[in-house]
């Protein structure tokens, strides 16, 4: 039972352009949410986050928005560059779960020149 | 540098033998957690351990054991009751377990069962 889903395997955007990857849940529970950018053969690092007392949050050119009644979130890069090219992960954390994070699929993000 | 190391990067292992990948954290972190990733699919969280001499299940335990006998050490054990041990495994980090913290992940180990 997949609780937290990526349904686009892969996203193609050109450079200069905004890249939106969303990110759908099912469990209310879930109430701390997180973006992970992963290169091959190496480990996820950490981009963004959002609580979901709010819903938005900016990080430079990363923003992350939270729709908590549709149990949805998406990560905006603008502009994308080429080295935006990579796995994108989406994670959450339920209450009281100590730190455990559900992953999302994934979604392949490809920025063209 | 303060980070994660995982060793080996890359480990073959015959059918039928044990095998154990290394993490180590300078961090001072007291949580650590083993996840293995298969293509196309997210991570996915195989034990955690939130302090020292401590450690639970996560959601693909089985055919894994695991130890917890130093804070910055987090050795994950593939064992041969594993069916499907080719993956890619990644170890991680995070303060302590309260509240909500971002992990922080090693490089990984690409395991490959011959």
């Known amino acids: 039972d997949q609780q937290v889903k990526q349904n686009s395997p892969s996203l193609s955007v050109q450079e200069g352009r905004i890249s939106i990857l969303n990110c759908d849940y099912t469990n209310s529970m879930f109430d701390y949410f997180l973006w992970y950018k992963k290169y091959p053969a190496e480990g996820p690092t950490f981009l963004i986050s959002i609580s979901s007392i709010k819903d938005k949050n900016e990080d430079g050119r990363f923003t992350v928005f939270l729709n908590k009644s549709a149990k949805h979130l998406s990560l905006h890069i603008v502009p994308s560059q080429p080295g935006d090219s990579a796995v994108y992960f989406c994670a959450a954390i339920g209450t009281g779960g100590g730190n455990k994070l559900t992953f999302g699929t994934g979604t392949q993000l490809k920025v063209e020149l | 540098d303060g980070g994660i190391t995982q060793s080996p990067k890359y480990l073959f292992r015959k059918e039928g033998q044990n095998v154990t990948l290394s993490c180590e954290q300078n961090l001072n972190h007291d949580a650590m957690y083993w996840y293995r990733q298969d293509p196309g699919q997210g991570l996915r969280l195989i034990y955690y351990s939130q302090i020292v001499n401590d450690f639970q299940k996560g959601d693909i335990a089985e055919g894994y054991s695991v130890s917890r006998e130093k804070k910055e050490s987090f050795p994950l054990t593939v064992t041969s009751a594993q069916k499907n041990p080719t993956a890619f495994y990644l170890c991680?980090?995070?303060?302590?377990?309260?509240?909500?913290?971002?992990?922080?992940f090693g490089p990984g180990t690409r395991l490959t069962v011959l």
């Open positions: 991680a980090s995070s303060t302590a377990s309260g509240g909500y913290n971002e992990q922080f």
